[in-house]
Nanobody
Framework: QVQLVESGGGLVQAGGSLRLSCKAS????????MGWYRQAPGKQRELVAE???????TYSEAVKGRFTISRDYTRNVVLLQMNSLKPEDSATYYC?????????????????WGLGMQVTVSS
């Protein structure tokens, strides 16, 4: 079984910063990619940022220049440093990971989600 355990969410004033952390644990061989999505009330879940194994990262236009994603490869952790936060960044943030796993017969990649945590930015 696999778990993605998130931490770091909360309430912050506009212009402030938060750092989100997500640790992957359990039965998997390696991490293909890890990242963060968010979902605000009444809106679809959207990609915030993701980072693949060799360090290449992708950001949504809404957060580019304000958020930075990074990985701790030794601890299977992905971090999201969020600076200059705006009220429109308020949402439930979900950790996401594509993990390489195996059966006795073959390898496969499975997508996993964390439970989500609230980030609220007050104006």
């Amino acid at each position: 079984q696999v778990q993605l355990v998130e931490s770091g969410g909360g309430l912050v004033q506009a212009g402030g910063s938060l750092r989100l952390s997500c640790k992957a644990s359990g039965n998997f061989i390696s991490i293909v990619k890890m990242g963060w999505y968010r979902q605000a009330p009444g809106k679809q879940r959207e990609l915030v940022a993701e980072i693949i194994t060799h360090g290449r990262s992708t950001y949504s236009e809404a957060v580019k220049g304000r958020f930075t994603i990074s990985r701790d490869y030794t601890r299977n952790v992905v971090l999201l440093q969020m600076n200059s936060l705006k009220p429109e960044d308020s949402a439930t943030y979900y950790c996401n990971a594509d993990l390489r796993q195996s059966t006795p017969e073959y390898f496969y990649v499975q997508e996993w989600w964390g439970l989500g945590m609230q980030v609220t930015v007050s104006s």
